[in-house]
């Protein structure tokens, strides 16, 4: 029994170091693809009258307005113009970002 003691207590340092070095590793890269993520940008549009353009972060960036989109007399078309052309661009984001993020497993949504 004194044999297996000491052979299980050669390599664990050296194992516990290198698994700390991948954890570092994959945080840095992590960090940088979210830092990739909020320069990225996707545009989302409806009925070629609406666009938005967000980051794959979220955050709004733009959005654009054809002329022919607006009738004083009917808001809510446009409305939901805009509700669509920003889901759709929601959507693309997040295809990116789980295309980004996915090589992090379920760590990528705790940072």
């Given at each position: 029994?004194?044999?297996?003691?000491?052979?299980?207590?050669?390599?664990?340092?050296?194992?516990?170091?290198?698994?700390?070095?991948?954890?570092?590793?994959?945080?840095?890269?992590?960090?940088?693809?979210?830092?990739?993520?909020?320069?990225?940008?996707?545009?989302?549009?409806?009925?070629?009258?609406?666009?938005?353009?967000?980051?794959?972060?979220?955050?709004?960036?733009?959005?654009?307005?054809?002329?022919?989109?607006?009738?004083?007399?009917?808001?809510?078309?446009?409305?939901?113009?805009?509700?669509?052309?920003?889901?759709?661009?929601?959507?693309?984001?997040?295809?990116v970002k789980s295309e980004?993020?996915?090589?992090?497993?379920?760590?990528?949504?705790?940072?």
């Amino acid at each position: 029994m004194g044999n297996f003691g000491s052979f299980n207590r050669g390599g664990g340092m050296g194992n516990m170091q290198q698994l700390m070095k991948q954890a570092q590793k994959m945080q840095q890269d992590m960090l940088k693809a979210q830092e990739e993520l909020k320069e990225l940008e996707v545009t989302g549009s409806a009925s070629n009258m609406v666009e938005v353009t967000l980051t794959c972060d979220g955050k709004m960036t733009g959005i654009s307005i054809k002329p022919e989109a607006v009738d004083p007399d009917d808001i809510e078309m446009l409305e939901d113009l805009i509700v669509a052309a920003f889901n759709d661009a929601t959507e693309k984001a997040e295809e990116v970002k789980s295309e980004k993020m996915g090589q992090f497993g379920g760590l990528g949504g705790l940072m």
